[in-house]
């Protein structure tokens, strides 16, 4: 189906699935947090994670949605354990209610998985005044990354087990740098190029975190991964005739499309997967590693981007 989908050096490709990846790997003991955890990728990463053993927290906006995929995961795996979180990662109010609900239950956590994102969404504010596609896909997520790092890092030393960091992020990087001081210009706004910055900064935000960690010796690392182009409910946001489009792409171009279960693949390979002990910064795809645009291995810009969120947060 796929041209270009020869098996890699880790001995997969991009039409591998989730399930594929994780064959043979087992995930007890193990406690994951995935953001966007009650649809499309999000929901297959958190389904195989509960399939290979691992205890789920299911971070969603919608605690309803995140209780039917809780119950899709039972019903295939009854001795899954998942949890329902509410967390709103546009509202720093939410995020730090989560934390500390999470912290209150006393769990441990090995793996956070930075999913959830709005896509092409018109101009708009956040709660905290901030545009919202960088406030939800990069800010948010930065936040809950902070606030939880500790955590992690404990947890690995009691352990002995590398916890693991992973920024879903897209290949529409690539064409997009970061102007700071426009990041909130209604006037020079668009939805793309502002969903571009936000991705962009996912990556540059995984590899200042690595290069922190590694600094450190914390027994954390941090990566980011372009997960395919897959049709999910984050396109619900796209303008009518965007949404035309896709559909009529999905229809005509299955040579492009991935499959729910393959997008989410790369995500569960880079959290689980023994190939990827040790590895930190560093950005994959199709289940491999891949070179990220120039930008996003841009040190400076990763500093500056670190402190102009550290300033929005405090």
Known sequence: MWPWSGKGASGFSSTSTAEEVTQGIDATGLTAIVTGGSSGMGEETARVLALRGAHVVLAVRNTAAGQTSKDKI??????????????????????????SEFKSAALPLNLLINNAGVCQLPYQLSVDGIEMQFATNHVGHFLLTDLLLDTMKETSRRSNVEGRIVNVSSVVHYWQ?????????????????????????NILHANELSRRLREE????????????????????????????????????????IKEISQGAATICYVALHPQVEGVSGKYFSGCKLCNPSALATDTNLAKKLWDFTSNLIK
Do not use: W
Not at 74 to 99: C, G, I
């Open 74 to 99: 039972l019903k295939q795996t009854p001795t899954a354990k998942v949890d329902v979180m509410e967390l709103d990662l546009s509202s720093m109010a939410s995020v730090k209610k989560f934390v």
């Open 177 to 201: 740098g970061i102007c700071f001081e426009k990041i909130n210009d209604e006037s020079s706004y668009g939805r793309f190029s502002a969903y571009r910055v936000s991705k962009l900064a």
């Open 217 to 256: 010796g914390a027994k954390v690392t941090a990566n980011s991964l372009h997960p395919g182009l897959v049709t999910t409910k984050i396109v619900d946001h796209l303008p009518p005739d965007h949404r035309i489009f896709m559909r009529i792409i999905k229809l005509m171009s299955f040579l492009f």
